[in-house]
């Protein structure tokens, strides 16, 4: 049997990843990289849907690189590239954006919540047709596996949907892909709001735990994290959301259950498992840290290593793109 495709991306919005992304992402894809042939984009056009500086979004496409690879992503193993290295996204993204209607776009979820935070003035076409290029990103390498939280989900279904239409009309073009929530895979939330998930973008960053941040600071954030009166460490997502969000940390570094959490902090405060979180945390995230930023020494080796898994994306890509010219009718140029 052949090895199955795999692909992901992050958007460079920040200069550091938030635990989030780490434990929702990172390390499912650190596992999945041993089985899959994986591609994992830096989804820098993505980004640019929302406002960004020019200078500051190449600097954090080149942190957020340096931290894929910092976590375990081996670019030898996988494909590590930048999404905007490769041109075919941009193209196949305006082939798709011809066969979406309107009003199937208008339903994506991610487009309302964030239209809505951003208000009509700063809300782009780009920011709308945000899925389309997701999908031209998976379709382009003949995905057969998508890695993702649950709400991207409705972006994958689009996918799913172009895909088919796509090939139904110009002949079978692409792999259909299928979303798989990784086993062990989990949402994080704001350490001071624990009923929201932590994000790059949240308006108070007192409540997000970030990879490159001083681990004193990181420390500090876990000893201050918002639980509740009741005192017992006992997972229960409705009554105690920032004692549950703490054990799925705890869970996710440790490699240990709810159950197996509870019995270890059974008839212990806070206090002690405050500390005991700080201090996993803490051992994961301090190497992590410690490589980015001796990646991020030397950029030039780090812009190198990009520029060759992103010779090996464009393979793959410019493979499919020819292909789905030839099907809609472009001709080709003499
Ligand atoms: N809180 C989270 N818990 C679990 N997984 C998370 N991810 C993000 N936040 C959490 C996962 O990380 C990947 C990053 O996706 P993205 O950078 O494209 O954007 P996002 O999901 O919108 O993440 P952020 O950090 O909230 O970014 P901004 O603020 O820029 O929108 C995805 O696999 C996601 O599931």
Redesign the pocket.
């Known amino acids: 049997m052949t090895t199955q495709r795999l692909y992901?991306?992050?958007?460079?919005?920040?200069d550091s990843?938030?635990?989030?992304?780490?434990?929702?992402?990172?390390m499912q894809w650190r596992n999945m990289q041993e089985e899959y042939d994986a591609f994992f984009s830096v989804?820098d056009l993505?980004?640019i849907t929302?406002p960004q500086d020019p200078a500051e979004l190449r600097e954090k496409t080149r942190r957020?690189a340096a931290q894929y690879i910092a976590a375990g992503i081996e670019p030898s193993k996988s494909t590590l590239y930048v999404q905007s290295h490769v041109r075919a996204h941009a193209e196949l993204a305006w082939i798709l954006s011809t066969i979406t209607g309107f009003g199937e776009a208008g339903r994506m979820t991610?487009f309302k919540d964030?239209s809505q935070r951003y208000g009509e003035s700063a809300t782009s076409v780009g920011l709308f047709t945000y899925p389309v290029l997701m999908a031209a990103d998976i379709l382009l390498y003949q995905t057969n596996v998508v890695?993702?939280?649950?709400?991207?989900k409705q972006h994958v279904e689009l996918t799913r949907d172009l895909a088919e239409r796509f090939n139904a009309r110009f002949g079978e073009a692409f792999v259909v892909p299928e979303p798989v929530i990784p086993q062990g895979?989990?949402?994080?939330?704001?350490l001071q709001n624990p009923t929201s998930?932590?994000?790059?973008?949240?308006d108070s960053h007192a409540g997000v735990l970030w990879l490159l941040d001083d681990v004193s600071v990181t420390a500090k954030k876990i000893m201050r994290a918002v639980t509740d009166s009741d005192g017992t460490v006992r997972y229960d997502r409705d009554a105690k959301p920032g004692v549950a969000n703490l054990m799925t940390i705890y869970g996710a570094v440790t490699d240990t259950t709810a159950a197996e959490i509870e019995d270890e902090f059974a008839g212990r405060g806070y206090g002690d498992f405050k500390k005991a979180v700080r201090d996993a945390v803490v051992a994961e995230f301090e190497p992590v840290r410690t490589r980015a930023l001796e990646l991020l020494d030397d950029p030039a080796e780090l812009d190198r290593v990009l520029a060759v898994n992103a010779a090996k994306a464009d393979a793959v890509a410019d493979a499919t793109l020819s292909d789905v010219y030839d099907r809609v009718g472009l001709l080709r140029r003499g």
């Open positions: 992901s991306g992050m958007q460079p919005s920040a990843l938030q635990a989030g992304n780490y434990i929702g992402a990172l989804v993505h980004a929302v957020t991610q964030k890695p993702v939280g649950d709400d991207q895979s989990a949402r994080i939330y704001d998930k932590m994000s790059k973008s949240a």
